[in-house]
């Protein structure tokens, strides 16, 4: 499965934004999905998961209560609403494709996006 990102953008402390992550070349509804985030000199971390059909979701802590992970199996993609944001939460979000139930680590997804930038300015 191939996997893009986008939606990303610049956006004021408090404010939302909202990524979209589309999926083509396998079928959208075997993959569990997630979302990542790499700020610079940082490693990759967990923001969010949701399984196959939509059912159940998790959030890393830093981001409970803000963001809103979702998809639509129709449409082949993946959101991530993110709503009161924090300059802490600026990075490269990534979204990330698995076929086996999807955990809170990197090397648990096999396929990735490219990324998308976003940046909170305080």
């Known amino acids: 499965v191939q996997l893009q990102a986008f939606g990303g953008g610049w956006v004021q402390a408090g404010g939302s934004l909202r990524l979209s992550c589309a999926a083509s070349?396998?079928?959208?509804?075997?993959?569990?999905m997630g979302w990542f985030r790499q700020a610079p000199g940082k490693e990759r971390e967990f923001v969010a998961t949701?399984?196959?059909?939509?059912?159940?979701?998790y959030y890393a802590d830093s981001v409970k209560g803000r963001f809103t992970i979702s998809r639509d199996n129709a449409k082949n993609t993946v959101y991530l609403q993110m709503n009161s944001l924090k300059p802490e939460d600026a990075a490269v979000y990534y979204c990330?494709?698995?076929?086996?139930?999807?955990?809170?680590?990197?090397?648990?997804?096999?396929?990735w996006g490219q990324g998308t930038q976003v940046t909170v300015s305080s």
């Open positions: 990330a494709a698995t076929l086996l139930r999807g955990g809170i680590t990197p090397r648990e997804y096999d396929y």
């Open positions: 070349g396998g079928t959208f509804s075997t993959y569990y």
């Open positions: 949701i399984s196959w059909i939509g059912s159940n979701t």
